[in-house]
């Protein structure tokens, strides 16, 4: 098809991204938006509002993702689906998952404008919960839909505070059967996430248009280092039992069994590390360690995953100390359905703007999309690849350029 003339309100896109990022609990520049919080019930209204105004029909299911659809001439195939989260992990930025869901409104509303009439329907959809801030999973609401958390494993999550995630979902208003979540065979024919890289390639390239090709998958590990406590003064070296050397060096094999895993892909963290009793004069008794590894390719991920499980081993019974690794998730990396790859790319000519295949190393909640329908997602630059981080900035030329794509994306897989 050839390009539709297609005009992206920008200022009215940039108004609305600066309004929403108003629902916070920290202060600006900084945005803080935990799921089913005041100030998250809240920002759902006002996009609610938003798509109620654009004519949209708007739906929302048992645990609050939102939809919000424009019916098709064929209304009976399966959807073209768009859209992102706006839930922020405490003290981020704007532009994370946001510009993905306003800029998927905006493109709707421009297509609409254009006199487009999609043959399939064409549908926004918020994700709820994307970050794993208050119930430690991340994509709760896709992982949902797409049938990789069953509706038991939803009443098993808890937050810090002993809150159940089935009864704070019921107080912010999302009521139904977690059974009914799950999203039937079919539904999209296609599903399509713009967002920002939160990296620094595009930028330092040049180019304004990423189009994603595949989604590294995170495995998550919890490591419980135990050795024995005593005074600092009282134990000599020969004695000792430190859980955190033990650790230390712990966290040193995470490093070298990602650079020794054999793809350039693999990367590991080794992002959280509580000591206890955590006093300056007093050995380490216990250390608990929260490490995340990541690659597109899922056989040399998870061999620096048993790299990291046998060094752990090793260095734990060297020091004379128990540790016990226990796998929280293993997800396996998703691939970019190559049609929807092709009509990113078609769009991007359509527009004579260069692109540039690449892939996604932070996971996004397209990653359990693409488990149940042909999916793909679409980058744009951001400053200096920051991210999660008050500092979080797109330019609204990058923006308008992403969603201009977007709705000829969605133009061409409606059609």
Not at 11 to 29: F, V
Not at 30 to 39: A, D, H, K, M, Q
Not at 101 to 124: T, Y
Request: hydrophobic share 40%; net charge neutral; with cysteine.
């Amino acid at each position: 098809m050839s390009a539709m003339q297609v005009t992206v309100d920008a200022e009215r896109l940039g108004q609305e991204l600066a309004h929403l990022a108003t629902y916070s609990d920290c202060k600006p520049p900084g945005v803080t938006r935990v799921l089913f919080t005041e100030c998250d019930r809240r920002a759902r209204g006002y996009l609610r509002r938003l798509c109620s105004d654009a004519g949209l029909k708007v739906r929302e299911d048992a645990i609050g993702n939102l939809f919000a659809r424009w019916p098709g001439t064929h209304p009976e195939l399966g959807a073209v689906g768009s859209g992102s989260h706006i839930d922020a992990i405490p003290h981020a930025g704007r532009y994370d998952g946001t510009v993905g869901v306003l800029g998927a409104l905006e493109a709707m509303r421009a297509l609409r404008s254009a006199g487009f009439q999609p043959r399939r329907s064409i549908e926004l959809l918020m994700f709820t919960s994307e970050e794993p801030t208050r119930f430690g999973v991340g994509c709760v609401g896709s992982r949902s839909l797409c049938g990789s958390l069953s509706a038991d494993d939803l009443c098993r999550l808890r937050d810090a505070d002993d809150h159940w995630f089935d009864h704070v979902r019921r107080e912010a208003g999302c009521h139904g059967e977690l059974s009914s979540v799950r999203l039937p065979d079919g539904y999209y024919s296609a599903f399509v996430e713009l967002h920002i890289e939160q990296g620094p390639r595009l930028e330092a390239a040049g180019v304004p248009i990423g189009v994603v090709t595949a989604i590294a998958a995170p495995a998550a590990l919890r490591v419980v280092i135990d050795g024995r406590g005593g005074h600092a003064g009282g134990v000599l070296m020969p004695d000792r039992r430190d859980a955190l050397c033990t650790a230390a060096e712990a966290i040193l094999a995470v490093e070298a069994a990602a650079r020794g895993s054999g793809s350039p892909d693999t990367v590991a963290t080794t992002g959280g590390c509580r000591v206890y009793p955590n006093a300056v004069n007093s050995i380490p008794s216990r250390v608990v360690l929260e490490i995340d590894i990541r690659d597109v390719n899922r056989e040399s991920r998870d061999r620096a995953v048993a790299a990291i499980r046998s060094a752990v081993a090793a260095i734990a019974q060297r020091r004379n100390c128990t540790a016990v690794v226990e796998i929280l998730h293993s997800d396996p990396p998703a691939a970019m359905a190559p049609a929807v790859v092709a009509a990113i790319e078609s769009a991007c000519r359509m527009l004579q703007l260069n692109c540039q295949r690449m892939v996604s190393r932070a996971y996004h909640d397209s990653l359990f999309m693409a488990q149940r329908f042909p999916t793909g997602m679409i980058f744009i630059p951001c400053r200096r690849g920051v991210s999660h981080h008050p500092d979080e900035f797109a330019e609204p030329e990058a923006i308008r350029r992403g969603v201009e794509v977007l709705a000829q994306t969605l133009a061409e897989l409606a059609t």
